[in-house]
Structure formats: C-alpha cells, structure tokens
C-alpha cells in the first residue's frame, strides 16, 4: 500500500473516523505478527507484541510525521516492544513448521519435502541463536522485504550499520547452519 493512502487514513482517523484506523490494523497486522514471531518465536508473545504496536501506535498517532512511511514508524514501535519483551530474559523457542498448505511440487516430492522441513527447522535453530541485533536485521530484511534504508529507520541506527547487520547476521547463519546440519553443504 502506498505512503500516500497511509496519510490519508491517518488524517482520517485524527479527524475523527476512528473506525478507520481499522484498515491500517488489517494491512500491517500480518507483517507486525510476523516481525513479532520470528524475533520471539512463540505464537502467544507474537499475537500480544502485535495488538500492543497497534494499541501505542493508536495512542501516538498525532506525533507520526506527515511525509514519513507509516509501516516504517510502527515497525519501529513494534521493535522496541519486541527488544524490550526480549530483555526480560524469557527464553526462545525455536519454529517447528509454519502450517502451511504443501505445494504441488511437495505433494509430489515427499522425500524433498521432508529435507527442506529439516532445513528450515536448521535455519528456525540458527536465527535463533544470533544475536539480537543481528537476528533483528536479517529479520527485517529477508522476512520482512525491508530495504537497507527502512532497516536503518526502524532500527534507529545508520544505513551503514543496517548493512553491515545483516552481512554479519548472514555469515553467522552460515556458521551456526554448518553446525546444526554438519552432514550438510551450506554456502
């Protein structure tokens, strides 16, 4: 959805039409979730982290700058909740599957899809096993579809530090996937 529609709710909403901060709840609810579990890894801190965002994001909505990206402010809101829920020292749990329908291609491949679950079962450990920080780049950037630039905004740090994160985050992951699955090829 475009920045320009964004402003548009939110002018509507802060004329008033409360109802409509509804639409923006639906369009990035998905995306806040996901953020939310793939930092946390539990369905439960994800579904709380997420309804949280959107409650503060309700709450300061007259402080968003006109002419700023939307989904960028309330990730940023999202990230402190999650960095801040992940301070308290509960421990991660690590994504078994993600429930989704198989394809046509693993109907057909049982035995190929068995490997990639195994995969992404390794990949789920690893990420896990990053650091914060890092974890929170490769996140946003693979998971999320962020660019380098919105990284750097919702992160409150510098384009190049985003950059660097994630480089860093990935050459872990290629460390720790070597030692979950030993008996596999990575990079």
Known sequence: ?????????????????????????????????????????????????????????????????????FFTWLYTISLNLVRNHLKKGIPLQTLDSYGQVPSREEVDNPEGCAIRQDDVRALNASLYRLPEALREAVVLRFYQGLSFEDIAEASGGSLSSAKMNVYRGLEQLRVLMREERPDQKTG
């Open 1 to 69: 959805m475009s920045q320009d529609k964004d402003q548009d709710i939110i002018e509507r909403v802060l004329g008033g039409k409360r109802d409509a901060y509804g639409t923006l709840v639906e369009r990035y609810k998905g995306p806040i979730f996901n953020l939310a579990y793939r930092m946390t890894g539990n369905h439960q801190d994800a579904d709380d982290l997420t309804q949280e965002t959107f409650i503060r994001a309700y709450a300061a909505l007259r402080s968003f700058k006109k002419g700023s990206k």
